[in-house]
């Protein structure tokens, strides 16, 4: 590869979007949302300005999560959120288009595999190549991929939650669920919708599953007042949430992801399993950082699950170790897991 070009890994991600430069590391980290003039489709804000507009806007201006569970829901509006932060990164060197590496999720189609490539071409790219999600996380968590040994990656994300055991360098098994951080924000309004009446934005949602979320129970529970409105007065109100509500509220979502995660285990061959008993399980992605996400998993599979030293760039990380040592990995990486 050239050694001028600025050569890019995207974790181009259903909730935020993160950017790997070679050899300079991760340089960007935005919400993966467009705000849009409604009536122009003018681009007035990308990334964290946009995010910051949600639910503010007034009605000339719409914000938009281009992405829903880790596919383009809308591919003009990709492809311009792709070209602001391809500009953002490279426009030292504007003249040197880059190749770009894109982690996409397991088991898309050849439809949704052609969308992603086809946005980050018109956005600028001079090649664009896909990597599988969970073989990034795994590469970014430090997980040696190439080795003839059973290795279990769970990484859930904002729209999608990916189980896979990797072995040689190949996905051996893997499920994909659209079952994620976007869900369990759903489920906590829905919680708040059915008991108090009240109507929270995703971002309330969101702050409340970061706060006082859990998986696990708590040595100490935790409680938090949440402003929304009425939807009985439709005046704003305030009211006082507890942590064992929300770890009710998320309940349902989480069951999910666990019996995914039991299913992978079953359909794993037996040589791979005893080497996953011996290792355990590594998480990655957003929603693991929700508080006693590991100490449920383990408490469900009898197996050590530990989290990855930074479980929001593992795939970023991952794209980016795949550029710095392509050559070498191309031989290691199985056709069907990377795309040249």
């Not at 702050?207 to 949440?226: H, L, T, Y």
Request: net charge negative; aromatic share 4%; hydrophobic share 45%.
């Amino acid at each position: 590869m050239n050694r001028f070009s600025k050569d890019m890994g995207i974790d181009l991600g259903t909730a935020n979007t993160v950017v790997f430069v070679r050899h300079e590391g991760i340089v960007l980290r935005e919400p993966s949302v467009v705000a849009l003039d409604a009536k122009s489709r003018r681009v007035m804000a990308v990334g964290e300005m946009a995010r910051n507009m949600v639910g503010r806007t007034p009605g000339n201006i719409i914000a938009v999560r281009p992405m829903r569970d880790g596919v383009i829901a809308d591919f003009e509006i990709t492809e311009m959120m792709i070209r602001t932060f391809i500009e953002k990164v490279a426009k030292r060197n504007s003249l040197i288009r880059p190749r770009v590496l894109i982690g996409v999720p397991w088991g898309i189609t050849a439809v949704e595999r052609r969308a992603v490539i086809d946005a980050a071409k018109q956005a600028g790219a001079k090649q664009a190549f896909l990597i599988e999600e969970p073989m990034a996380a795994a590469i970014g968590a430090k997980i040696p991929v190439s080795e003839p040994s059973g290795h279990m990656i769970v990484d859930i994300g904002g729209g999608t939650t990916e189980v896979a055991v990797i072995s040689l360098g190949g996905i051996v098994v893997c499920k994909s669920i659209r079952v994620a951080g976007d869900e369990m924000d759903e489920a906590i309004m829905t919680h708040c919708r059915k008991n108090y009446n009240l109507l929270i934005g995703e971002r309330m949602a969101e702050k409340i599953k970061i706060e006082i979320g859990s998986a696990f129970p708590m040595e100490e529970e935790k409680e938090m007042e949440i402003k929304g409105r009425d939807l009985l007065t439709g005046l704003p109100r305030n009211f006082t949430l507890s942590s064992s509500e929300v770890r009710d509220a998320l309940s349902e979502p989480i069951s999910t992801i666990i019996d995914t995660l039991r299913i992978t285990l079953e359909q794993t061959p037996p040589e791979l399993s005893a080497d996953i008993m011996e290792k355990g399980i590594v998480l990655a992605g957003g929603g693991s950082l929700l508080f006693g996400m590991d100490q449920l998993l383990s408490h469900e599979t009898n197996l050590k699950v530990t989290r990855a030293e930074d479980p929001l760039s593992c795939v970023a990380l991952g794209t980016g170790m795949v550029l710095e040592e392509m050559d070498t990995l191309k031989e290691l990486i199985n056709s069907n897991t990377i795309s040249f």
